[in-house]
Structure formats: C-alpha cells, structure tokens
T-cell receptor, first 113, second 112 residues
Framework: EDQVTQSPEALRLQEGESSSLNCSYTVSGLRGLFWYRQDPGKGPEFLFTLYSAGEEKEKERLKATLTKKESFLHITAPKPEDSATYLCAVQAILGGRDDKIIFGKGTRLHILP | KAGVTQTPRYLIKTRGQQVTLSCSPISGHRSVSWYQQTPGQGLQFLFEYFSETQRNKGNFPGRFSGRQFSNSRSEMNVSTLELGDSALYLC???????????FGSGTRLTVV
C-alpha cells in the first residue's frame, strides 16, 4: 500500500539548534516529492519539489534531500519564525495518466527564542 | 500577482444539504487540485483538473465531485452532506501537473 510517514510528529528546538525532519515513503512509482510549510489558519506554502534520488534543493535555512525511500528536510540555525507544520507529499504513479497524491501527517516544529 | 482565491471562507450547512465551493487559480495556471484537511486524517487529495479534464482522483465517495471551466476556475460540489464532511477544503493551482502547487487559504465547512 502506498503511504507517506513523517517523523517526528512534533519537534521543539532552541533557536540556532539545527535538526532534520524525515519523510519516508512507500510507493510503486515516484513522480515527485514535495515539501510544504503550513502556518495555523493558512493553506500550505510550497517549499521544494524533488524528482529523483540524490537530488538536493536549498532555500535560506532549509535544505531538502531525497533517497529512494525517504526525504530529509534539514533546518540549519533555525529562527522562531521557522515555527510551523512541515508537510511532505508524494505524487505516486498509478499507471497511464493517473497519479495519486499522498500527504504525510506533518511535523509540528517549534523554535524557542 | 494575485494568489489562489477560494470562496467562501466559511460555510455552515445542515446534514443532507449540498454545497459548492469555488476556486480561482493563479492567472495562467492550468492545473487545479482539491484537498480535504481534518485534524484526524490530515491532508487528503480529492481530485485534480487540468485543462477542464479530471486527471487524478483520490479515494472519496461519489458525493464529492468537481469541474473546471475554460478559464481554469474550478468548483467542488459535495452532495448529501454528512457530519464527517466538516473540514477545511483547500484548493491549489500549478502551471503544470507534477510541479509545486500554490494553495489558497481554504474554505472552512461545518456540517451541523
């Protein structure tokens, strides 16, 4: 069964304390893996798309990496404004033109000043 | 440029009624997808439209339907509402399928 699992569910860090969020996935075929950030009361905000194992993307203090079974979102020297829920989503190939988009439950990140 | 616009922002409906939600994508975006978000299930994919054609569909009953117009605007309809349909419904648009999506702020639907 296709599934996406994010860990940890919640993470509290001190400002400046670097860490990584994990997204592991099991799909028959991967078209793309997406990372989003969601603030309370708002829709998710797109961060990165990764398409193949070995690919890396960076944006400010965030860096996303992809292997054949998981993706990591590394946060370097985070600031309080990085506090949010981080969502991972996988676009799985079903066959033909059909795809399935599966979201993980997210990691709630809280950065303490 | 304007983002993804969803209307209405809040909606209260009675069980058994039907509801239509609207989504205006970013200008030029041809892919529109819909999601349901609840505290228990998280974000779940409903369906995606590209150039007025439904391309992908999640595991939701037939009571959930949608359509896309020639100007890429999209509507989602839920018939015979159930209490469990209470959720935040999010719309997202993208230039192409498989690219990163820009989400709207959602429509908060409460079924009583």
């Amino acid at each position: 069964e296709d599934q996406v699992t994010q860990s940890p569910e919640a993470l509290r860090l001190q400002e400046g304390e670097s860490s990584s969020l994990n997204c592991s996935y099991t799909v028959s075929g991967l078209r793309g893996l997406f990372w989003y950030r969601q603030d309370p009361g708002k829709g998710p905000e797109f961060l990165f798309t990764l398409y193949s194992a070995g690919e890396e993307k960076e944006k400010e203090r965030l860096k996303a990496t992809l292997t054949k079974k998981e993706s990591f979102l590394h946060i370097t020297a985070p600031k309080p404004e990085d506090s949010a829920t981080y969502l991972c989503a996988v676009q799985a190939i079903l066959g033909g033109r059909d795809d399935k988009i599966i979201f993980g439950k997210g990691t709630r990140l809280h950065i303490l000043p | 440029k304007a983002g993804v616009t969803q209307t209405p922002r809040y909606l209260i409906k009675t069980r058994g009624q039907q509801v239509t939600l609207s989504c205006s994508p970013i200008s030029g975006h041809r892919s529109v997808s819909w999601y349901q978000q609840t505290p228990g299930q998280g974000l779940q994919f409903l369906f995606e439209y590209f150039s007025e054609t439904q391309r992908n569909k999640g595991n939701f009953p037939g009571r959930f339907s949608g359509r896309q117009f020639s100007n890429s605007r999209s509507e989602m309809n839920v018939s015979t509402l159930e209490l469990g349909d209470s959720a935040l419904y999010l719309c997202a648009s993208s230039l192409y399928q498989g690219r990163g999506y820009t989400f709207g702020s959602g429509t908060r639907l409460t079924v009583v």
